[in-house]
């Protein structure tokens, strides 16, 4: 799911192949995206003026469709689907359903990771992806694009996805997707892999959060690592496109031009994102408040990493002064500390705290409140609320005993955390 920038409306993405947008107001449905052939990955709002008219979509059938809510679609359901308008009625009427959009697509990307076509891998570096039930047998084969973001607002226009196949994220460009002598897309970019996946195998994506400043893009590998890589090196040379002011593209190239690899990652020995459905959030820097990276788990668990490139500077390990001065989470429950691997050629921090007892099973879905809040989904059916205070202190410290610990969870952070705390109390 996703909000406007306004969070009038909410945008979600589901197994029906379908994408609806939701009037937060009315709470009711007010258009439909259906021109895909398989269950959608993601939906996201494009930041800047049009923030809430401009959607894209992507597919586990391997495209990525921009849909702009201005224009007018069909006039019918373009597919013969069931569309209940009110929760408390199992039948749609007459009225409800002529009030809705079914919305117009202005650019489609398809084929956006298939081996082969854009990217440099052969088509036997993937396994297959056969369809699920209700999806089209033709699919087969297609490479399912697991994520994708915008650029922060000026640079709105370029977009980010990422896929099932392997690590490299892809830019493109959705005011110029083609080129006149040519039916496909083609991106203006696309990362260079990790360099410990070209040693082994590959893996591929399962989400993009941008950070605060729009500086780094953190994608979250199923290798179990968080890559971070540079916004500004997504691209190199010059790229007239990244400007918003371009009127024209230039000419088109030949070959893909290609991007930095990651700068460094985060890892923890709690952290396995093996399932496509465990995603990331970021938490913005606010008031006192500093940027947090949260990462769901198949363990049950969420790990919190501080993005501060302090904690990850090339074999260093931050001194007992700056983990004491760090704001919020100074302290954490990792004693592994900044590491290189032998196959690893860039720093890996493991500085992240895991939040445990909260779930029983994997904590996919995640996300932030305004009020840097953190809200879990897990496999356990469970959704779940963490808050930075006190009474979790009590919760580690306090034991088993008079049922204090009954449904709540905590930060597991190392024991001098709360020893200290009580020093400084005291």
Excluded at 146 to 160: C, D, S
Excluded at 191 to 213: C, D, K, V, Y
Excluded at 352 to 364: D, K, M, N
Aim: charged share 20%; glycine share 8%; hydrophobic share 30%.
């Amino acid at each position: 799911m996703c909000f406007s920038l306004d969070d009038s409306l909410l945008a979600t993405a589901s197994g029906d192949q379908t994408a609806r947008v939701v009037d937060m107001t009315t709470q009711r449905t007010t258009s439909i995206l259906a021109q895909h052939s398989a269950s959608l990955k993601q939906v996201k709002f494009q930041p800047g003026a049009a923030n809430n008219n401009v959607i894209a979509t992507s597919s586990r059938d391997g495209s990525v469709q921009i849909w702009d809510l201005r224009c007018k679609g069909a006039q019918g359901p373009v597919r013969d689907i069931h569309i209940p308008m009110d929760p408390t009625s199992l039948l749609a009427t007459q009225s409800q359903v002529g009030s809705l959009t079914y919305g117009c697509i202005v650019n489609s990307i398809y084929d956006a990771h298939r081996p082969g076509l854009h990217g440099r891998l052969p088509p036997s570096a993937i396994a297959r992806d056969g369809p699920s039930r209700g999806e089209l047998p033709g699919r087969i084969g297609d490479v399912s694009v697991t994520a994708i973001t915008f650029l922060p607002e000026g640079k709105e226009h370029i977009l980010l996805t990422a896929s099932e196949a392997n690590a490299s994220i892809k830019l493109w460009d959705v005011r110029f997707l083609h080129h006149t002598r040519r039916k496909t897309a083609l991106p203006l970019s696309c990362t260079a892999l990790p360099e410990s996946h070209n040693q082994w195998r590959h893996f591929g994506i399962n989400s993009l959060s941008l950070s605060g400043n729009g500086s780094r893009i953190y994608a979250l590998c199923r290798d179990n690592t968080v890559y971070a890589y540079s916004t500004a090196h997504l691209i190199l040379g010059h790229a007239p496109e990244l400007s918003a002011n371009i009127s024209r593209r230039r000419h088109q190239q030949n070959e893909i031009r290609e991007g930095l690899g990651p700068l460094y990652g985060f890892r923890h020995r709690q952290l396995h994102a093996t399932s496509f459905y465990v995603k990331a959030a970021i938490r913005p820097a606010k008031a006192d408040k500093t940027e947090m990276l949260a990462v769901g788990s198949c363990d049950g668990c969420t790990i919190l990493f501080p993005t501060d490139e302090r904690y990850v500077e090339m074999g260093q390990k931050p001194s007992q002064q700056e983990l004491a001065t760090h704001p919020t989470l100074r302290r954490y429950g990792s004693s592994i500390g900044t590491c290189l691997r032998t196959e690893d050629s860039i720093p890996m921090s493991e500085y992240g705290t895991p939040l445990i007892r909260g779930h029983e099973r994997e904590v996919g879905a995640l996300t932030w409140t305004s009020d840097g809040e953190l809200v879990t989904v897990g496999d356990d059916f469970l959704v779940r609320c963490w808050r930075e205070g006190p009474f979790a202190r009590k919760l580690r410290t306090g034991g088993e005993e008079g049922g204090q610990r009954w449904g709540c969870g905590w930060a597991d952070v190392s024991e001098s955390y709360d020893e200290d705390d009580e020093e400084e109390n005291d």
